[in-house]
């Protein structure tokens, strides 16, 4: 199983990133697929999730700003990243779980500056 992330960067505050997440070895429709976020000294924490069944959520504090999409065809996640803010920084992973079973991608860094 590989989930591969790209798409991170260093970004002024107001701007915008698209993270992608490209995953194989798995049915990639039945799988339930997240981004996290790590940033220094700090727990890990769930930013976005599409369900198999499409449905999303957000934490509240990217609601408005973080759009996450899937696509079943090509076996992606993305997430549209807008309004960037310092507070954004962190490691971001991507993650598909179906019940008890989760897999991890290795992060990619976002970092924006004031």
């Known amino acids: 199983v590989q989930l591969q992330a790209s798409g991170g960067g260093l970004v002024q505050a107001g701007g915008s990133l698209r993270l992608s997440c490209a995953v194989s070895?798995?049915?990639?429709?039945?799988?339930?697929m997240a981004w996290y976020r790590q940033a220094p000294g700090k727990q890990r924490e769930l930013v976005a999730m599409?369900?198999?069944?499409?449905?999303?959520d957000y934490a509240d504090a990217v609601k408005g700003r973080f759009t996450i999409s899937r696509d079943n065809a090509k076996n992606t996640v993305s997430l549209q990243m807008n309004n960037l803010k310092p507070e954004d920084t962190a490691a971001y992973y991507c993650?598909?779980?179906?019940?008890?079973?989760?897999?991890w991608g290795l992060g990619t860094l976002v970092t924006v500056s004031s």
């Open positions: 070895g798995i049915r990639f429709s039945n799988y339930n």
């Open positions: 599409v369900t198999s069944g499409g449905s999303s």
């Open positions: 993650n598909a779980n179906v019940k008890v079973v989760n897999f």
